[in-house]
């Protein structure tokens, strides 16, 4: 009875740890959308320039959290998930220590590609260690927890770029991040990756994923059924303004408060979709019931005419909740690959969903000045849509696999 006590309190400062990893994850993800602007006005940047050199600094960190999905991804299946744990945690939030005193863009820019490699670790390695530590039956409630506590992180980004001078939201970022470390000094490794680190098994291979054709295949479909979510939160709401003024809204929208509505959303949609796939046991069901409902409201909102500012607000909310299978879809990618594998996978496949948004945005850019900016929603969002169906079409029901197991060396 003492050591099931033991276990239980390791599991539950586990799932605290990688919770509140990622609620600083997404804390600087939307706190950099919320005080760009003002940042780069502080340093001297021209008013006419501020657009693009914001675009330009965006880029830098997505190429961050491109590059760090990968390394980190092979690192946790290499080394360990804790090294990931810690190292990413130490390196985002030194960057955004030294954000907070940046006077010059190309400092800034280093330092959000720095941010970017070092974020893109946490939510893989958490989750891989809660799918990795708790019974197949209840794993399912770990991810759901750190998901839906972790994009609360938003609600926090909001009201301190809102209300802090931009500076001190980088110190608060990173500051969260140094205190996370004395949390993390008393996470254990993953006892499945511990039976495999010091055997010849090939682990962290990318290659693995790519030169065999069915692991390559349902390495792509992970990715693919969460592409939804970001032409939601990157086009759809991040570029509402534009949206509204096409859909005859007369009343000027707030993309920083359409952002966090639609966070606070996510993670109410994290905890329900968490719930049902427990419930119910089944993922995927899930993940085609809540891309349906996200079809649902990018139809309605494309399709509206003369909304208010409140109801596009409350719709925010809906589209939350809707794309809220991000807890279940990164659980998926989790349970799909085996140990040596594992944080491989589960660390890349969200950072290349958001690297997504890059393909997504140019195609919508490119259709756009032909066909208006409603059309290119509607042709853009339904795109999406059909390649996750399809996508989710190719994997396996993964609620209450055994995950004890390694991929081939083929």
């Known amino acids: ?125 958490g989750i891989t260690l809660i799918s990795e530590t708790m019974s197949k039956e209840k794993r399912g409630y770990g991810t759901m927890v750190v998901a839906s506590i972790g994009l609360m992180g938003a609600v926090a980004a909001y009201f301190v770029g809102a209300h802090f001078d931009w500076r001190i939201a980088f110190f608060v970022g990173g500051g969260l991040g140094m205190l996370l470390l004395f949390l993390r000094i008393g996470v254990f490794e993953s006892g499945m990756f511990s039976k495999i680190k010091r055997d010849n098994t090939r682990k962290g291979s990318f290659i693995m994923l790519l030169n065999n054709k069915k692991r390559f295949k349902k390495y792509l479909s992970s990715i693919l059924i969460a592409v939804p979510v970001w032409f939601v939160v990157g086009i759809l709401v991040g570029v509402a303004p534009d949206f509204g003024k096409a859909l005859g809204m007369t009343e000027t929208i707030d ?110 850019t490119w259709i756009k000045p032909g066909l208006g900016i409603i059309n290119a929603g509607l042709i853009v969002g339904t795109f999406t849509v059909l390649i996750a169906y399809v996508a989710l079409f190719q994997l396996d029901e993964t609620f209450g696999k055994d995950l004890d197991y390694i991929e081939p060396d083929c």
Not at 9 to 18: E, F, R, W
Not at 69 to 93: A, E, H, M, Q, T
Not at 104 to 122: K, M, T, W
Not at 324 to 331: A, L, P, R
Request: proline share 1%.
């Open 255 to 364: 993309t920083g408060r359409g952002v966090m509505f639609t966070y606070i959303g996510i993670s109410l949609g994290d905890f329900i979709t968490g719930t049902l796939s427990q419930l119910l046991k089944t993922r995927k069901k899930i993940v085609f019931i809540f891309i349906t409902l996200t079809y649902a409201g990018i139809l309605f909102f494309l399709l509206s005419r003369g909304l208010s500012a409140t109801a596009f607000y409350i719709l925010c909310i809906y589209f939350g909740i809707a794309t809220g299978y991000w807890v279940v879809f990164v659980t998926m990618a989790s349970e799909q690959f085996g140990t040596n594998l594992r944080s491989t996978v589960t660390t890349t496949a969200p950072n290349f969903v958001r690297g997504s948004l890059i393909l997504v945005t140019f195609l919508f």
């Open 1 to 125: 009875m003492p050591q099931t006590n033991t276990n239980s309190k390791n599991i539950t400062l586990l799932i605290i740890v990688a919770a509140l990893g990622y609620f600083v994850d997404i804390y600087d993800l939307l706190l950099f959308l919320i005080i760009k602007n003002r940042s780069l006005e502080s340093i001297g940047v021209a008013p006419q320039d501020i657009t693009n050199t914001g675009l330009f600094l965006m880029n830098w960190q997505m190429a961050g959290l491109l590059i760090g999905g990968i390394v980190w991804g092979i690192l946790g299946d290499k080394k360990g998930r804790l090294s990931v744990l810690f190292g990413s945690i130490i390196l985002y939030s030194l960057a955004n220590i030294a954000n907070g005193f940046v006077q010059d863009i190309h400092v800034y820019a280093a330092l959000r590609f720095i941010a970017g490699v070092g974020l893109a670790g946490e939510l893989g390695a």
